[in-house]
């Protein structure tokens, strides 16, 4: 490969900071998200996924065949307990990536690659409308005699910032940077037929430490997502989700960029036990920015999780 020179690296490196598809992993597709668990429940996870993209750059620009790939691993703990009288759940999700951005810069290749954990996750949920809390047995008896019911549910995550971060690089897998993430969901569920909806917003600290002294803002993101869930007499459950999101503008030094989020997401997913306390989920995932600058990106997922 031909090595380039130092200025076309810096070049591409902030052109692909601009449409870097970071932003768009903080974003999911994630059916049963408000499924009441009796309480006492844990459940340990451990997932894999593949993405791929290609970063679209405005025609003016000397920008070719720009593309993203990650490599990605977590582990993922809930509990679910009884607060104030109502279900809740914690949860804590850890990710590792390898991720590789690379592109053609006035026709010279440019390739950057970085590894190691991103930033955690931690999330707190309460269902405010639906089933109270109950153990495992009285929640078997209560779904299946009410097979008409609605939850609602609020919730708040954060991402911490624990990621591989190096303020002498543009590219980072973690963002130095708290993420607020307010959600409100409802599922409205009639026999084997489930409707989600959630609504959520992202909220983001400044990065007072962004590459070489400078200052990152960004506005908030925000996000909508439904599905559709069907679960079969065997526990095998199928899903067709949507989803968007939209905003995120972000400046560096209070120098606006052109990096106004529009993602259209949409994913299948299926799930189904292996063993009486075990079970497996598969999920494709597509991405499409509705901008002409961004991302476009498939991401392939597979989790096992064991609950106790």
């Known amino acids: 490969m031909i090595q380039p ?14 449409v870097l598809p970071r932003d768009a992993l903080c974003q999911d597709l994630e059916p049963r998200r408000w499924t009441p ?21 405005d025609p003016v620009l000397l920008v070719e065949d720009a593309k993203f790939d990650a490599k990605t691993a977590g582990v993922s703990y809930v509990r679910s307990f009884s607060l104030a009288g109502k279900t809740a759940r ?4 850890v990710p590792w990536l390898n991720a590789r951005w690379e592109g053609l810069l006035d026709g010279v290749p440019t390739t950057v690659k970085r590894v190691g954990l991103g930033d955690s996750r931690l999330r707190l949920s309460v269902n405010l409308l639906g089933p109270p809390p109950m153990k495992p047995g009285q929640y078997r008896e209560y779904m299946a005699s009410h097979p008409v019911r609605t939850v609602a549910g609020v919730a708040i995550a954060v ?4 990621g591989e971060y190096q303020d002498d690089k543009l590219l980072n897998l973690g963002q130095n940077r708290f993420i607020f993430r307010p959600q409100a969901g409802v599922v409205h569920t009639r026999g084997p037929w489930s409707y989600e909806l959630t609504a959520s917003a992202f909220l983001f600290t400044d990065n007072d430490d962004f590459w070489n002294g400078n200052s990152r803002e960004q506005d908030p993101l925000y996000a909508v997502q439904t599905h559709v869930v069907h679960t079969f007499k065997s526990h095998l459950w199928a899903s067709l989700s949507a989803g968007y999101g939209w905003g995120g503008r972000s ?9 106004m989020k529009g993602d259209l997401l949409a994913a299948l997913s299926l799930g189904f036990p292996i063993a009486q306390n075990q079970s497996l989920k598969f999920a494709w995932v597509r991405g499409r ?14 989790a096992w999780s064991w609950r106790f």
Do not use: M, Y
């Open 5 to 18: 020179k130092s200025r076309n690296v810096a070049a591409l490196l902030i052109l692909l900071w601009i």
């Open 37 to 57: 668990l009796p309480i006492g429940t844990n459940v340990l996870g451990i997932g894999i996924a593949n993405i791929e993209g290609d970063i679209l750059f």
């Open 90 to 93: 914690f949860d804590v999700l």
């Open 159 to 162: 991402w911490v910032p624990t």
């Open 251 to 259: 400046q560096v030094n209070d120098v606006l960029k052109d990096d």
């Open 289 to 302: 920015t509705r901008k002409d600058i961004g991302a476009d990106t498939d991401t392939l997922a597979a």
